[in-house]
């Protein structure tokens, strides 16, 4: 199922937003479980917990294989870094009421949004996405001219 659509939504005063239902069922589990990721500057994702698991175990393995057989040496800066942002990317949250997620502490500075502050949801096929208005408004201005070759080449 892909996660598709674009609402506005305004943050509350107690760092609270209410997801449509669509956005909150594609990315929660049946407890209301979401994974919210920093992904740039003024955007998080939010991820079923299972599918963001998945891709965690998946990624971390290719780079074990990768360490056991040496391939990583004289890259450990490299390894030490991706490890630092592996860590701090993300956490796991509950939906109140299975729609309204709470925005971790440390994600409101990086999304830089403030209470009673409006925000744009995104349908991104694989995950939603929750943007600062004006970094939305600038990300759609650089992308949506190549719309027509990134859709022509991943339906080919």
């Not at 892909?2 to 760092?15: A, N, P």
């Not at 955007?43 to 891709?55: D, I």
Request: glycine fraction near 8%; charge should be negative; charged fraction near 25%.
């Amino acid at each position: 199922m892909l996660i598709t659509g674009e609402v506005r939504r305004t943050i509350d005063d107690r760092f609270r937003l209410s997801l449509p239902a669509n956005f909150a069922e594609a990315v929660s589990d049946s407890d209301g479980r979401v994974i919210v990721a920093r992904e740039q500057k003024g955007c998080l994702s939010l991820w079923e917990a299972a599918q963001w698991q998945k891709r965690m175990d998946s990624g971390v393995s290719i780079l074990q294989q990768k360490i056991d057989a040496g391939r990583m040496e004289g890259r450990w800066g490299d390894v030490q870094r991706l490890g630092r942002l592996l860590s701090s990317r993300h956490l796991e949250a509950t939906l109140a009421n299975r729609s309204r997620l709470l925005i971790p502490e440390g994600f409101r500075t990086f999304l830089g949004v403030s209470t009673n502050e409006p925000v744009v949801v995104v349908g991104a096929a694989v995950c939603v996405e929750i943007w600062h208005p004006q970094r939305w408004l600038d990300v759609l201005c650089e992308e949506m001219p190549e719309f027509g070759d990134l859709f022509k080449t991943l339906t080919e």
